[in-house]
C-alpha cells in the first residue's frame, strides 16, 4: 500500500507530484494562436509515483513528460510518467525501491539491479527520435506521439557510458554533441565526449579524465571549441561510503574550464582556473577565432547541495546572475575574464537555437526580483546582448514560469522573430497554463492561453518538434 508523501520542499505546492496520466483535447484558449505554430511542446520534469525512499532530492524523481501539441490554432495536452526499469520495478513492488541520487539508500531487493536510468530532464528530438535525458545514465526513447516508454538507446550500443541532460544541436551541420561524466562510476572523474550526425548515428567517442570529480551537469559548445566547466559541486565515493553527501560544494577549489578543439584530441584540452563558482545552464558561445565568448547563469555556491560536512550553503552566495566569461586561447595564461552582465536572479538561459554555439543578439531566461526569498522564478526576460537592453514580463506573485522556449516564425524568419512558450503555475488555484509570448514584444502580454485543469510539477527542461509542414 502507499504511503503519505513527506513534507518536503520540493514535494509541495508547484513542486508537488500529480497522480495520473491524462489526455486532454482542445484546451480552453484565451487569445489567438499564431497560425504558423504548429508542433509539440514537449516539457519534462521529476514526478515521483510514491513517497522516496531514503533522503528526497528534487533531481531523483520519476520522469513525466507533458506534451502540447500545438494544430489549426488549438491545443490538446497528454501526460505520461516514462517506464524505466525503477519505474517498473516500484510499480510492481507499490512503492519506492531506488535512490536516484544515493544508491546507498536503495532498498536491498534492488542492490547490484542495473537500471537505465529516471529519464527527467530533459528532452529532445534529433535524428527521428525523441529522447528523455538525464545525465546518469543513456538516452530513454519516447513515442513522439502516443508518449509511450520504448526504453534506453544506446545508438546501436555504440554509446559508453551516460549521456549529458544538455546536448548541442549544431545548427550547421545538423550534429547533436554531447559528453558524459562518471564514466567509470557516478562518483568518478573519467569524462567522455561524442557527436552524432544528422541521421542519428555515432560517429566519434573520446574519453578523458578531469581534474577532479564534480557533477558537470551542461558543457558549451561553439563553431570551433568544445568547453567543459569542471567546478567545484564535487562528487566523492568515500564521502559516500561515510555517510557523508555523495556531492557537495567545496568552496576550497578552483573552477577548471577545459577547451578542446572541435577536431581535436582528449592531449589537446587546454585548463584555464578560475574562482570557485558553479553554473547549471549557459544561454549560448561562440568564438571570435581564438577568442571565446560564453554566456551563463553563473552561482558564487551551488544551490540545492551541502558543503562536504552536510552543513548548509549561503543563500546569497546561492544565486545566479547572467554573466560572460571571456577566455583568449593564444594568451600566455591559464586564466579567464569575467563580468556579470545582469544582477537579476537569473535561470535556465536559452536562445533561437539557429544560433547555438555563434555569434548571436538574443537570449530568453526567467528572472526573480533580488529578494526571492525561495520563491522561485515569476518573470520571463528577453536579453538583447547587442543593445545590453533586458526585456521582463513580469507574471506576479505566485505566477512560478518554467524554461521559456524559442520558436522560429519559419525557417527564413530573422534571428528572435517567433514566440517563447512557458507553462506557468497559478499558486492560487494550483493548476497550470501555457503561454505564448510574442519574443520580440514580450511586455503586451501573452498572444495566447491554453487552460489545463491541473498542476504540471515545476520541473527542468522542454524543446519544440516541428509539426510535418508549417501552415501559411
Not at 531523483?60 to 490554432?73: E, R
Not at 569542471?230 to 564521502?239: E, G, H, K, N, V
Not at 526571492?372 to 505566477?399: E, F, P, S, W
Request: glycine letters at 10%.
Amino acid at each position: 500500500m502507499a504511503t503519505p508523501f513527506p513534507d518536503h520542499p520540493n514535494l509541495r505546492g508547484a513542486y508537488a507530484p500529480i497522480h495520473f496520466e491524462a489526455d486532454a483535447y482542445d484546451l480552453i484558449v484565451e487569445g489567438e494562436i499564431p497560425a504558423n505554430l504548429y508542433g509539440t511542446f514537449y516539457r519534462n520534469g521529476p514526478n515521483p509515483q510514491f513517497a522516496p525512499i531514503g533522503q528526497y532530492h528534487w533531481f531523483g524523481g520519476d520522469g513525466m513528460l507533458h506534451a502540447f501539441h500545438i494544430h489549426d490554432g488549438k491545443v490538446d495536452y497528454r501526460n505520461r510518467w516514462l517506464r524505466t526499469v525503477k519505474f517498473n520495478r516500484e510499480r510492481e513492488a507499490g512503492r519506492s525501491l531506488f535512490n536516484g541520487l544515493n544508491p546507498l539508500e536503495s532498498d536491498p531487493s534492488v542492490h547490484g539491479v542495473e537500471t537505465d536510468g529516471i529519464a527527467n530532464t530533459n528532452v529532445v528530438w534529433h535524428g527521428g527520435r525523441l529522447l528523455a535525458l538525464e545525465e546518469g545514465h543513456a538516452p530513454f526513447e519516447v513515442n513522439p506521439d502516443t508518449l509511450a516508454s520504448v526504453g534506453a538507446w544506446k545508438f546501436h550500443d555504440k554509446l559508453r557510458g551516460p549521456m549529458t541532460a544538455h546536448p548541442k544541436m549544431d545548427p550547421e551541420t545538423g550534429e547533436m554533441l554531447f559528453f558524459g561524466y562518471g564514466i567509470d562510476g557516478m562518483l568518478s572523474n573519467k569524462m567522455s565526449y561524442h557527436a552524432v550526425n544528422r541521421n542519428g548515428e555515432l560517429t566519434r567517442s573520446v574519453f578523458f579524465d578531469a581534474p577532479y570529480a564534480a557533477m558537470v551537469h551542461d558543457f558549451i559548445v561553439t563553431r570551433d571549441y568544445v568547453i567543459f566547466p569542471i567546478m567545484p559541486l564535487t562528487a566523492s565515493l568515500d564521502r559516500a561510503l561515510a555517510g557523508k553527501p555523495a556531492f557537495a560544494w567545496e568552496e576550497d577549489k578552483p573552477s577548471m574550464i577545459g577547451i578542446m578543439p572541435r577536431d581535436g584530441e582528449p592531449e589537446d584540452i587546454r585548463w584555464f582556473e578560475g574562482d570557485p563558482c558553479y553554473v547549471f545552464h549557459p544561454m549560448n558561445a561562440w568564438n571570435d577565432g581564438a577568442t571565446i565568448y560564453c554566456d551563463v547563469s553563473q552561482y558564487r555556491a551551488a544551490p540545492l547541495f551541502p558543503r562536504p560536512d552536510g552543513s548548509r550553503v549561503d543563500p546569497a552566495l546561492a544565486v545566479a546572475h547572467l554573466t560572460r566569461w571571456t577566455i583568449d586561447m593564444s594568451a600566455n595564461t591559464n586564466s579567464y575574464r569575467t563580468e556579470q552582465l545582469d544582477d537579476s536572479p537569473c535561470e535556465f538561459g536559452r536562445l533561437d537555437e539557429r544560433f547555438a554555439g555563434l555569434s548571436y543578439r538574443y537570449g530568453y531566461m526567467l528572472c526573480g526580483d533580488r529578494n526571492m526569498q525561495g520563491q522561485g522564478y515569476t518573470q520571463i526576460a528577453t536579453v538583447d546582448h547587442q543593445t545590453g537592453n533586458i526585456n521582463k514580463l513580469d507574471l506576479g506573485i505566485g505566477q512560478l514560469v518554467s524554461e521559456a522556449i524559442f520558436v522560429a516564425a519559419s525557417e527564413q524568419a530573422a534571428e528572435g522573430e517567433g514566440y517563447l512558450l512557458s507553462v506557468v503555475h497559478d499558486g492560487a488555484t494550483d493548476k497550470s497554463r501555457l503561454i505564448i509570448l510574442d519574443a520580440k514584444n514580450i511586455g503586451t502580454g501573452p498572444l495566447a492561453t491554453a487552460h489545463l485543469d491541473h498542476r504540471v510539477p515545476l520541473g527542468f527542461h522542454g524543446n519544440w518538434k516541428p509539426g510535418d509542414a508549417l501552415t501559411s
